[in-house]
């Protein structure tokens, strides 16, 4: 059994396509088993919503009448900096920017972080407008050298997000060996082994239904925010040769994904700022990722459950922060950590997530719905992403 | 019997009056303190579960009221905003009694007001601030 990426959307154009998410997917291979099943599904949609900071967004401010060069200057929207050390009206947001003593932001410890780049990425996204203030050297060819001016995607030509880092396949469970609570951005942790936070969909994640990036590739389509939505990149940090299981899923953070998709079509609804006290600020993104079912490997990728992929458990009070102390204090399935409670060293831990479980099914059960109606076509991957060194 | 899970709100005046002690001593109630903000010269807030016959639970409120004591239910102090939510469930491990809880079937958040006592813990785990408290 084998099928092509033509041949899927000739079916989606024909309205015959046949789609599952990767929830619902672990049934039918259960019911029918691999041969079957890879014979009669074409696609399998997957999906997650959860903060990722490696988000931000690049934007070209329309000039106005008298010209003005940014690069090399400054630009804050809503006092939030941007970097604007690029030509003359583009500059970059990132979520995780903060305006400059803002008491909303560090009120005492742990600071709250109410206010940041993800938020006037969410404002803009609700069709809202901010207050650019900028300000450059003045030159010939562009004289002006202040401008203060509330603006919204109208007064610009391009607003794409660009995130550097996003879909993280699989990711740390974050605990506290400490006596005293801490602030990361997994969360407040509670000392000794207070909770245990997590953040992956588990079963719905992309990356954990393609473990070696076989579909899902530089130039892949997207369901991005509510818009379409581009795979651009290898994501940062991107480290194929994290040890396996024999499923093919790595067992701690190894792919990654840079994504790129245009911000003026976004729905608000899918991209929200979030506040990580005594952290920071973030932004959640949420990504659909369809897998277009190839032969029976594919299938078999697929069809992993929350049983078949660990995670494991780090200590963020010294291990993560120091690289000192034991590395690694446990091993747990995503099913273990969705029970609501895991063990570690003879404890018992309840568990909480960062990524919504519910948005994410909410997501993949869109792009299915997209790709059934014939709205959302499946890609060849212009180029791989990298595979692990050694199969 | 009946319980009432209440708000009490004391102005500043009447901080430093035994309130609690009348309300057991000369009306019968159980008083369960949940949680309370009390600093003499200024207002104080207490969250209270009281327990008694009807008749001494509102003989007991009467009370509360002639002395300018503000007596609330308790829905309201905490708000779950469920447009905000996102059912991360960030914050249902730090929920002591369960009020935030999370069906594992829909993987949807709820919160349930009865079960709340105020304690706060969620507030400032919500990344989505879709927990706000009056308190």
């Known amino acids: 059994m084998a099928r092509t990426i033509e041949e899927i959307n000739e079916k989606i154009r024909a309205g015959s396509v046949v789609v599952f998410t990767a929830e619902e997917i672990i049934e039918v291979v259960r019911e029918k088993g691999i041969k079957r099943a890879s014979r009669e599904v074409d696609v399998v949609t997957t999906g997650t919503f959860s903060p990722m900071c490696s988000s931000g967004a690049f934007i070209n401010l329309r000039q106005e009448q008298q010209k003005m060069k940014l690069g090399g200057g400054y630009a804050t929207l809503n006092d939030v900096p941007a970097y604007a050390g690029l030509a003359a009206a583009d500059i970059y947001l990132g979520a995780t920017a903060l305006p400059e003593g803002d008491p909303r932001n560090n009120n005492g410890r742990p600071g709250r972080f109410r206010y940041g780049g993800a938020h006037v990425i969410e404002e803009l996204a609700q069709g809202k407008k901010v207050l650019l203030k900028a300000g450059g050297y003045g030159t010939d060819c562009y004289p002006k050298r202040r401008r203060e001016q509330m603006i919204g995607f109208e007064e610009m030509n391009e607003a794409f997000l660009f995130n550097p880092r996003n879909c993280y396949q699989n990711y740390n469970v974050a605990v506290n060996l400490s006596d005293k609570p801490i602030y990361t951005y997994m969360g407040k942790l509670k000392p000794r082994l207070g909770n245990a936070n997590y953040c992956s969909a588990g079963q719905l994640s992309p990356l954990l239904n393609d473990p070696m990036y076989r579909t899902i590739g530089i130039g892949t389509r ?170 | 019997m009946e319980k009432k899970k209440v708000v009490l709100t004391f102005p500043p005046s009447s901080v430093e009056d035994p309130v609690i002690f009348h309300l057991i001593s000369d009306h019968g109630l159980k008083v369960n303190i949940l949680r309370a903000a009390i600093d003499p010269g200024k207002q104080g807030r207490m969250v209270v579960d009281l327990t008694g016959e009807e008749s001494r639970l509102s003989a007991g409120t009467a009370y509360l009221k002639r002395q300018g004591i503000g007596i609330e239910p308790l829905t309201g102090e905490i708000r779950h905003l469920e447009d905000q939510c996102t059912s991360c469930t960030a914050c249902v491990p730090v929920c002591p009694t369960g009020a935030l809880h999370v069906n594992r079937e829909t993987w949807m958040v709820s919160y349930d007001a009865d079960k709340c006592v105020v304690c706060l813990s969620c507030v400032d785990v919500c990344p989505y601030r879709a927990i706000v408290s009056h308190f």
């Open chain 1, 222 to 391: 997207i369901f991005f925010c509510g818009a379409e939505g581009y795979v651009v990149w290898n994501g940062t940090q991107h480290n194929p040769d994290i040890p396996r299981l024999a499923n093919g899923t790595p067992t701690a953070g190894a792919g990654t994904l840079a994504l790129i998709g245009n911000l003026k079509d976004m729905d608000p609804k899918w991209l929200r700022a979030v506040s990580f006290t005594g952290y920071g600020v973030s932004l959640s993104v949420a990504v659909g990722l369809p897998i277009p079912i190839l032969d029976e490997e594919m299938m078999r990728f697929v069809s992993v459950s929350d049983a078949d992929l660990k995670a494991p458990v780090i200590d963020y009070s010294v291990f993560y922060p120091t690289g000192e102390g034991k590395p690694k204090l446990a091993e747990v399935t995503y099913e273990e950590l969705k029970s609501g409670a895991i063990e570690v060293s003879g404890k018992k831990v309840p568990t909480g997530s960062f990524s919504s479980y519910a948005k994410a099914k909410e997501v993949a059960g869109y792009l299915k719905s997209l790709i059934r109606d014939g709205k959302f076509f499946v890609t060849q991957p212009v180029r791989s992403l990298p595979g692990p060194s050694h199969k």
